[in-house]
C-alpha cells in the first residue's frame, strides 16, 4: 500500500486529492490526471481542453458552482454523501498553489477539505 504524500501531480482537476484516496493509495486507482478509464468526468475532459491543471486556473467561472461540469445534480448528491467540498479545494488551490494544497492535504490526510 502506498503512503500519503505532498505531491502537486496528485491534485485532481477538480481540486480532490488523490494522494489521500484510499483507491489510490491501495494501487487500484492511477490518480485522476492518469486515469484513461475517467473519461466520462466532464470536469477532467474540460480542463485537459483546455490544458488546466485543475478548475483553479479557470478564468471563465471565478466560482466553481456557476460552472455546470463542476456543480451539477451528481457533483452535489456526492459531495453531500461524502460531505466533501470541492469548492473548498479550489479556492484552497487559488490561495496555495498546487503544491500547497498538496502538502496541506497530506498533512491532514484527506481527499477533500469537508463541509
Not at 502506498?2 to 493509495?25: F, H, M, P, T
Not at 467561472?61 to 454523501?81: E, L, T, W, Y
Request: glycine share 6%; hydrophobic share 30%; aromatic share 8%.
Amino acid at each position: 500500500m502506498r503512503e500519503i504524500i505532498a505531491d502537486s501531480k496528485l491534485v485532481a482537476y477538480c481540486g480532490l486529492y488523490c494522494g489521500a484516496c484510499r483507491s489510490y493509495l491501495k494501487e487500484k486507482c492511477p490518480g485522476c490526471h492518469d486515469n484513461e478509464r475517467a473519461s466520462w468526468c466532464k470536469v477532467r475532459t474540460c480542463c485537459m481542453e483546455h490544458s488546466y491543471t485543475s478548475c483553479a486556473e479557470c478564468k471563465e467561472f471565478p466560482d466553481p458552482h456557476s460552472c455546470r461540469k463542476f456543480h451539477n445534480f451528481f457533483s452535489r448528491a456526492i459531495g453531500f454523501v461524502l460531505r466533501s467540498d470541492r469548492r473548498a479545494c479550489v479556492v484552497q488551490i487559488r490561495q496555495l498553489g498546487l503544491e500547497g494544497h498538496a502538502q496541506k492535504m497530506a498533512q491532514n490526510r484527506r481527499q477533500t477539505i469537508p463541509r
